[in-house]
């Protein structure tokens, strides 16, 4: 079956330092990919997303890159601010056909000043 | 603001009891989805429907019910609760034009069963 698997967290960092989450899929065909967000008390939220393989996805400093070869979805940051204290959810989805997203376990991430 | 609107942002009720958890997609959105998340097994998908029609399926127990209306909201009914049906329940739409294939996602209803 269609799956997403998230590095397992809880994930602590020190604020300025590199974030990895790492991501990867097994599917058939070629999904979208998501990484949503989760602050706390609040619904998800489209971070970021690539529709097709090499394509490099941004936002808020944050960055993922749709590697096909290696069915991979890594979302990156180079400095991570206490801000991005959040779940983290790697997805992916068919345009066509069975439209439901489906999401990896999340990631709780803390960012310590 | 996803523009998408659930209610009630919270509700707590006992064993056996049967709620109704309402959602208001985007203006324009055909298309409904619900999720449930729970602290140990993440968001599951419940149900999608489309302009009124389910669409497709996930792990819905047979307790739960869903229906899209024909203004587009769209209700989950989940009746004969247990304590693991606490968690919180989201819904999310998304539209056809310019389809990107992103969900919006409301703020979610945090059921709790006692």
């Known amino acids: 079956g269609n799956s997403v698997t998230q590095m397992e967290g809880p994930v602590t960092l020190s604020e300025e330092a590199f974030l990895t989450i790492n991501c990867t899929y097994t599917a058939t065909g070629y999904p979208s990919l998501f990484w949503y967000v989760q602050y706390p008390g609040e619904g998800l939220q489209l971070l970021l997303k690539?529709?097709?393989?090499?394509d490099k996805g941004s936002n808020k400093g944050f960055e993922a890159t749709y590697r096909k070869e290696t069915t991979s979805f890594h979302l990156e940051k180079g400095s991570v601010q206490v801000s991005d204290s959040a779940v983290y959810f790697c997805a992916l989805r068919w345009i066509q056909g069975a439209q439901k997203l489906v999401f990896g376990q999340g990631t709780r991430l803390t960012i310590n000043p | 603001d996803s523009g998408v609107t659930q209610t009630p942002k919270h509700l707590i009720t006992a064993t056996g009891q049967r709620v109704t958890l309402r959602c208001s997609p985007r203006s324009g959105d055909l298309s409904v989805y619900w999720y449930q998340q729970s602290l140990d097994q993440g968001l599951q998908f419940l149900i999608h429907?489309?302009?009124?029609?389910?669409?497709a399926k996930g792990n819905i127990l047979e307790r739960f019910s869903a229906q899209q209306f024909p203004d587009l909201h769209s209700e989950l009914n989940l009746s004969s609760l247990e304590l693991g049906d606490s968690a919180l329940y989201f819904c999310a739409s998304s539209g056809t034009r310019g389809n990107t294939g992103e969900l919006f996602f409301g703020e979610g209803s945090r059921l709790t069963v006692l």
């Open positions: 429907y489309y302009n009124g029609e389910e669409r």
């Open positions: 690539a529709t097709k393989a090499d």
